[in-house]
């Protein structure tokens, strides 16, 4: 594995990190013997940077991960996330009725204990907003925020999906370590005013959903997703998007063919060759796909490879919104 540095600090994570909703929420059935399995082979794989959040699952997410992470405590580097929350705490996706966010200073304090507690540690590595609340100063959430850091509960503050207006607002409250959105071949949001304030402060890029939520993989058929798979209601996998994206996904697949790769490690190497300030976090709940995705450091891509890439996207734009309207309008903000 190869390793970046978090930000303007010291810290050294895997290239690639791991992301663990999967494990517990929102892309179908879930098996917790391969899941632990899972985040066990990624110690052996020096992937030593996994991310959870306190809504995956309603916080089943961090007490799975807990299990590997206590007796291990020193080899991983943990980042979490708050906001979220479940009217009549019942689990469902960003975009359900019932979810709402609550970004408020008295909530935040409330959620860390409970993060905490599920994690079975003293202190979380990483501690984001997982949205900016409309409804409160992004001034509020992350002077709340940096109490925790006073209190020893935090080491390090992040942001997930907000503006380059919220950034510079919060970085002048305390330092920002990273910024966590969702960037992709197919998804590209931050590229711009974003990605250009980010790397002006020196904050670290920490994409989701690098693999457009397995779409670029060329392995994934939308027609045997179970009936909870959180990606039956978004716009990107719709009819309406299927010729396009399938002619796109051929595409690509041809492309890492050529360069003897998979397309995941493909599309990993697309996102890591945007800047050593990048540290994508693919998510998987297989053994089998982790090591697929680890092997995406060692692909070294040309500009004529980035090049032949970008001209395939030019040629099949029509991929769909990555969320549905209502989900939109929480991020970017």
Known sequence: MKYRNLGTTAEKLSALGLGCMGMSFAYGPTDDTESIATLHKALDLGINFWDTADMYGNGLNEELVSKVLVPNRDKIFIATKFGFRFKDDVAGPSNAAGTYFDGSPEWIKVAVEKSLRRLKID???LYYAHRVDKNVPIEETVSAMA???KEGKVRYLGLSEASAESIRKAQAIHPIAALQSEYSLLTRDVEGKILSTIRE?????VPYSP???GLVTNKLDLDTL???DFRKSLPRYQQENADNNAKLVSGFAEIAAGKNCTPAQLALAWVLAQG???IPIPGTKKRKYLEENSGAVDVNLSADDLKTVDELIARYPNTGERY???SMKLVNN
């Open 324 to 326: 549905n309207e209502g």
């Open 201 to 205: 402060l020196g904050i670290s890029l």
């Open 276 to 278: 050593e300030d990048i």
């Open 226 to 228: 179970a009936d909870d």
């Open 123 to 125: 202190t979380i590595d």
């Open 147 to 149: 109490e925790l850091v």
């Open 211 to 213: 693999l457009a939520r």
